[in-house]
C-alpha cells in the first residue's frame, strides 16, 4: 500500500 | 491601513468561492503591491496560493505589509448575498488589529452593509520560491483547462487514486477503483499550440482523485492550466485567472508514497 503524505513532509514549517 | 475595493462579480470572488471546498480558512499577506493568499487544507495534503497585483483591484492601498488568518468561508458567506453588481470594500486599520471591515454597497449607492469578521490565528508556512521550484521538474503540461476539466471529469467516474505518469511524447492518468480501472492519454498533438508537454525525466505520480477535482473546479476561471510533475513531489498545478490578468492561482498536491 500507500499512504498519503502531506504538504509539510516537502516544506519546513516556518 | 488596509483597503481594497471589488466589485461582487471580480474574478477574485468567484476564485475565492472555487477553493472553499477545499479550505475555510487562509493566510492573507497585504502589500502595496498586491494581495497573496496562502491555505491548507485541514488534512495538509493540499497547499494553496494565490497572488493577485494591486492593479486588479477596482481600488488598492496599503501602506504598510500585513498579514493576518482570514476565516475566508465567513466572508464569501455573506458577501453571496449582495446584490451581484454591488460593491465589496475591504478594509483593515492597524489601531485595531483583531478584525477587518467588508462593506458593501448596493449599486444604486443607497444601502449599504457593513460587516466585522474576527481575524484568526493561523500557522504559517515556508514554501520555497514556486517559479525556482517549477523550473526543477521532470515534466509540465500546458494544457486548455478545459480538457484538464473533462479528463478530472472522466477520472471521477472511479472513485480511488489517479497515476499520472510520463509515456513517449504525453502523458498517461490512469485511475483504478472499486468498479474498474480507467486510462486517459494526452498526446503532444503535431500542430496544436495551446498544448505543450515537455519531458526532461520518466515521472509517476498518484494521487488523491478528490483533490484533482477541487482543481479542475478552479481552473474553469482559466483558458490555460499547467501541470508539473517530479519524481516524489508535491503535482503543482499553476494557472493565470482570468485573460489579461498576472493574478495566478498554484496548487500544489502531495502525492501518494510507499507505506
Known amino acids: 500500500g500507500r499512504k498519503q503524505s502531506t504538504i509539510t513532509n516537502f516544506f519546513v514549517r516556518a | 491601513m488596509l483597503e481594497l475595493k ?3 462579480e471580480s474574478l477574485f470572488l468567484n476564485v475565492l468561492e472555487a477553493i472553499l471546498d ?3 480558512v487562509a ?3 497585504c502589500s502595496s503591491t498586491g494581495l497573496k493568499l496562502q491555505a491548507m487544507d485541514a488534512k495538509g495534503v493540499a497547499f494553496i496560493s494565490l497572488l493577485i497585483p494591486a492593479k486588479e483591484f477596482q481600488f488598492y492601498h496599503c501602506d504598510k505589509d500585513l498579514s493576518m488568518g482570514i476565516a475566508i468561508g465567513d466572508m464569501v458567506e455573506a458577501i453571496r448575498s449582495a446584490d451581484k453588481d454591488g460593491t465589496i470594500t475591504i478594509k483593515a486599520s492597524d489601531e485595531n488589529f483583531r478584525n477587518i471591515t467588508v462593506s458593501i454597497e448596493s449599486p444604486e449607492c443607497n444601502e449599504t452593509t457593513s460587516f466585522s ?3 484568526v490565528t493561523l500557522k504559517r508556512f515556508c514554501i520555497p520560491e514556486l517559479q525556482g521550484l517549477l523550473k526543477k521538474y521532470d515534466a509540465c503540461v500546458q494544457m486548455p483547462s478545459v480538457d484538464f476539466m473533462r479528463i478530472c471529469k472522466y477520472l471521477s467516474n472511479v472513485d480511488g487514486d ?3 505518469s510520463t509515456i513517449d511524447k504525453g502523458i498517461r492518468f490512469f485511475a483504478l477503483g472499486k468498479c474498474g480501472c480507467l486510462n486517459v492519454k494526452y498526446m503532444q498533438p503535431e500542430k496544436a499550440t495551446d498544448i505543450d508537454i515537455s519531458v526532461q525525466a520518466p515521472v509517476s505520480l498518484t494521487l488523491d482523485l478528490k483533490y484533482m477535482n477541487s482543481f479542475a473546479k478552479v481552473s474553469a476561471l482559466s483558458n490555460q492550466v499547467k501541470l508539473c510533475l517530479s519524481k516524489g513531489q508535491p503535482l503543482v498545478v499553476q494557472c493565470k485567472i ?5 493574478s495566478r492561482i498554484i496548487y500544489l498536491l ?4 510507499k507505506g
Do not use: C, H
Open chain 2, 117 to 119: 469578521l474576527l481575524l
Open chain 2, 242 to 246: 482570468g485573460q489579461k490578468t498576472k
Open chain 2, 6 to 8: 471589488l466589485v461582487k
Open chain 2, 254 to 257: 502531495a502525492p501518494k508514497i
Open chain 2, 22 to 24: 477545499l479550505v475555510a
Open chain 2, 162 to 164: 489517479v497515476d499520472i
Open chain 2, 27 to 29: 493566510s492573507v499577506s
